[in-house]
């Protein structure tokens, strides 16, 4: 069966540090990755998606990157974080090919910028 | 992207059969209805989509009205763990992304 981590659970940063999110899938080849965020009290929002290694899509213009040097590897990226950068952050996977798929989720990276 | 409407809150009694309801009149041909939930602190858990066929699994059911404008999920027999935010989404059609957008959702609190 497919499984999808997350690490860490937890993080608090000062602002103006650099950050990176680390998502990893199992039991599946070439799956379509997604980062999204939460912030407190609101809906998801998605951040990027990818459909294979290398390539990477951004739906919206914001302090983060994100790369998929490997297969089932997803990286969330910064290089300075902002005060509006925490939040909780999700990565996600579906089976790629067909877009009625559900999306699966990971347990998530709680994000604290101090 | 077609809207979703859903009531805030509901509540249910342990034991008995919750039914979130959810309008999505602008929903177009191709779109299909999903329905997350996301427990305290966890990321979104995946539970039912369907198109126009009603759908069940071991998790829930799936009733989508004849015009599709609204529907209807169904978890037969609530329990104290079934305590969350309830999302239904209307998926935006395409072939790369099939972005997902989460409104409010509803919260569902299940008593004993």
């Known amino acids: 069966s497919q499984t999808i981590h997350q690490w860490p659970a937890t993080l608090v940063q000062p602002v103006g540090s650099p950050l990176s999110l680390e998502c990893t899938v199992e039991?599946?080849?070439?799956?379509?990755l997604y980062w999204y965020r939460q912030a407190a009290g609101r809906g998801l929002q998605l951040l990027f998606y990818?459909?294979?290694?290398?390539?990477i899509s951004s739906e919206v213009p914001q302090n983060l990157s994100a790369s998929r040097p490997q297969d089932r590897q997803f990286i969330l990226s910064s290089k300075k974080l902002l005060l509006s950068d925490s939040g909780f952050y999700l990565c996600?996977?579906?089976?790629?090919?067909?877009?009625?798929?559900?999306?699966?989720f990971g347990d998530g990276t709680r994000l604290s910028i101090l | 992207d077609a809207k979703t409407t859903q009531p805030t809150s509901m509540d249910c009694a342990e034991g008995r059969a919750a039914n979130l309801p959810c309008n999505h009149s602008?929903?177009?041909?191709?779109?299909?209805v999903y329905w997350y939930r996301q427990i305290h602190s966890q990321g979104p858990q995946y539970i039912i989509h369907?198109?126009?066929n009603n759908e069940t699994n071991e998790m829930a059911s799936l009733i989508i009205t004849e015009d599709r404008k609204s529907s209807t999920l169904i978890l037969p027999h609530a329990t104290l763990r079934d305590t969350a935010v309830y999302y239904c989404?209307?998926?935006?059609?395409?072939?790369?992304?099939?972005?997902?957008?989460f409104g409010q959702g509803t919260t569902l609190q299940v008593k004993p």
């Open positions: 996600a996977w579906s089976v790629s090919g067909s877009s009625n798929q559900p999306q699966h």
């Open positions: 990818s459909v294979g290694i290398g390539q």
């Open positions: 369907g198109l126009k």
């Open positions: 989404i209307v998926r935006v059609f395409s072939s790369n992304t099939g972005k997902l957008i």
């Open positions: 602008t929903i177009s041909g191709d779109e299909y």
């Open positions: 039991g599946t080849s070439n799956p379509n």
